[in-house]
């Protein structure tokens, strides 16, 4: 599951190698990728409105 999380933080950021990329569609479940980018995803908008709050408030 690490190794989920870091191909996508490094999508997240578009610093992710080639070869890892293809890696990943070879290896990896696509569903496992869908998930945590979405949760990955629905985290960072939480922190930057958690952000916005207490900078505003």
């Known amino acids: 599951m690490w190794n989920v999380i870091k191909s996508v933080l490094a999508a997240f950021l578009g610093v992710q ?3 890892q990329r ?3 569609f070879e290896k990896g479940s696509p ?17 930057l ?6 900078v505003a408030g």
């Open 17 to 19: 190698r080639d070869q």
């Open 22 to 24: 293809r890696e990943d």
């Open 31 to 47: 569903l496992a990728f869908i998930v945590t980018g979405i949760v990955m995803g629905l985290a960072l908008v939480g922190i």
């Open 49 to 54: 409105i958690l952000v916005a709050i207490l």
